[in-house]
């Protein structure tokens, strides 16, 4: 993908026709004041050192240089380009329950919002990791594999939403099997899982898969969203309408702290309820900094490769040899030439 990081300097090429309908016409007026004093030939012979075609070079010179100069003003870019970085930190996989229920707003402004904000807040933090994105309500995906690029991560957490996932329910087993299925081979690495949620597990394995990932090595922390006291499911996230069962009752769903508890004591993690003070991402990131940290290699995307070097190279090429050129000819290269 190309594009100018300051395109409204690109405006300065519509001077370019000016300069040159300028030139033009101030050579024609030179040209009509030499005819005034006789004959163009006879002139010639009398000013041997004139060379009109070397001040015709010198000005299409400069103007190649305007013309560079605008370019590399305006800073185009290309593509994409991959810095390869040494960081010390850890794996971390962040699983985000987006099931329907996570739209209750028990918590401000949401569930789903809250828990946003939360895990963009922790990413922030965890410049150092590698970070991989996992979604899950009735089914579990992969949203983001592991990376190092932060920005990328934040983007996708951005872009989550109940729709990402067709079938509804909350399947925190499945999550936290593809959660360990996306880290890296790297044993030297201290690894763990965030893991978000309700707690409306509709599966019994969720603490069975837990046990598992922590005896491979793999912590799980687990924050909770939502109140034991419960609310009202909305229709979609804007909606004001409430969800209702078969029997016309609205939907009432609470968030299921015992579920969330065992798992993080069975991924020997914390376990923290989100609220709308910070003291759930403080824990959180103090439990985080207890881990080992060692050495991951990764590839971070920036955003765009500039490119304008070439053109301010040519710039000072051409500068160089329009100054190297004189209106009158040189007496020590007048055997050369080059300007018949």
Same mark, same amino acid.
């Given at each position: 993908?190309?594009?100018?990081?300051?395109?409204?300097?690109?405006?300065? #090429?519509f001077?370019l026709?000016?300069?040159?309908?300028?030139f033009?016409l #101030?050579? +024609?007026?030179? #040209?009509?004041?030499?005819?005034k004093l006789?004959?163009?030939?006879?002139?010639?012979?009398?000013?041997?050192?004139l060379?009109?075609k070397?001040?015709?070079?010198?000005?299409? !010179?400069?103007f190649?240089?305007?013309?560079?100069?605008?370019?590399?003003? *305006?800073?185009p870019?290309?593509?994409?380009?991959?810095?390869?970085?040494?960081k010390?930190?850890?794996e971390?996989?962040? *699983?985000? $329950?987006v099931?329907n229920?996570? !739209?209750?707003?028990?918590?401000?402004?949401d569930? #789903?919002?809250?828990?946003?904000?939360?895990?963009?807040?922790?990413?922030?933090?965890?410049?150092?990791d590698?970070?991989a994105?996992?979604v899950?309500?009735?089914? *579990?995906?992969?949203? !983001?594999?592991?990376?190092s690029?932060i920005?990328s991560?934040k983007?996708?957490?951005?872009?989550?939403?109940?729709?990402?996932?067709?079938?509804?329910?909350?399947?925190?087993?499945s999550?936290?099997?593809?959660?360990?299925?996306?880290?890296? %081979? $790297?044993?030297?690495v201290d690894?763990?899982?965030i893991?978000i949620?309700?707690g409306?597990?509709?599966? $019994? %394995?969720?603490v069975?898969?837990?046990?598992?990932?922590a005896?491979a090595?793999?912590?799980?922390?687990?924050?909770?969203?939502?109140?034991?006291?419960?609310?009202p499911?909305?229709m979609?996230?804007?909606?004001?309408?409430?969800?209702?069962?078969?029997?016309?009752?609205?939907?009432v769903?609470?968030?299921?702290e015992e +579920?969330?508890?065992?798992?993080?004591?069975?991924?020997?993690?914390?376990?923290?309820?989100? $609220?709308?003070?910070n003291?759930?991402?403080?824990?959180l990131q103090?439990?985080?900094?207890k881990?080992?940290?060692k050495?991951?290699?990764?590839?971070a995307?920036?955003?765009y490769?500039?490119k304008?070097?070439?053109? *301010?190279?040519?710039?000072?090429?051409?500068?160089?040899?329009?100054?190297c050129?004189?209106?009158?000819?040189?007496?020590?290269?007048?055997?050369?030439?080059?300007?018949?």
């Amino acid at each position: 993908m190309f594009r100018f990081a300051n395109p409204e300097y690109l405006y300065l #090429l519509f001077i370019l026709p000016v300069l040159v309908v300028g030139f033009i016409l #101030l050579n +024609m007026q030179k #040209l009509k004041s030499v005819k005034k004093l006789g004959d163009l030939k006879l002139i010639k012979r009398l000013m041997p050192e004139l060379s009109l075609k070397r001040s015709y070079l010198k000005f299409w !010179l400069i103007f190649a240089v305007i013309v560079f100069g605008i370019i590399v003003a *305006a800073r185009p870019q290309f593509g994409t380009k991959i810095e390869k970085v040494d960081k010390k930190g850890i794996e971390l996989v962040i *699983a985000i $329950d987006v099931s329907n229920s996570m !739209l209750a707003r028990d918590v401000n402004p949401d569930r #789903l919002s809250k828990a946003k904000q939360i895990l963009t807040r922790i990413i922030d933090e965890r410049k150092n990791d590698k970070v991989a994105i996992v979604v899950f309500a009735g089914e *579990a995906y992969v949203q !983001l594999p592991m990376t190092s690029d932060i920005q990328s991560a934040k983007i996708f957490l951005e872009n989550i939403d109940p729709s990402l996932v067709p079938v509804q329910g909350t399947v925190i087993g499945s999550a936290i099997n593809i959660a360990m299925n996306s880290f890296t %081979n $790297d044993k030297e690495v201290d690894k763990s899982i965030i893991l978000i949620t309700d707690g409306e597990d509709h599966e $019994d %394995n969720g603490v069975q898969l837990a046990e598992q990932a922590a005896s491979a090595g793999i912590q799980i922390n687990v924050v909770g969203v939502g109140t034991p006291e419960g609310s009202p499911v909305p229709m979609s996230a804007t909606s004001n309408e409430m969800k209702k069962d078969n029997e016309g009752n609205i939907v009432v769903t609470k968030l299921n702290e015992e +579920m969330c508890k065992q798992i993080a004591q069975a991924g020997k993690g914390m376990y923290v309820r989100a $609220d709308n003070s910070n003291n759930a991402l403080k824990s959180l990131q103090a439990e985080l900094d207890k881990l080992q940290k060692k050495n991951v290699e990764g590839s971070a995307y920036s955003e765009y490769d500039e490119k304008f070097q070439f053109f *301010a190279w040519c710039m000072l090429v051409l500068l160089l040899v329009e100054i190297c050129i004189f209106d009158k000819k040189n007496k020590i290269f007048r055997n050369i030439r080059l300007f018949r």
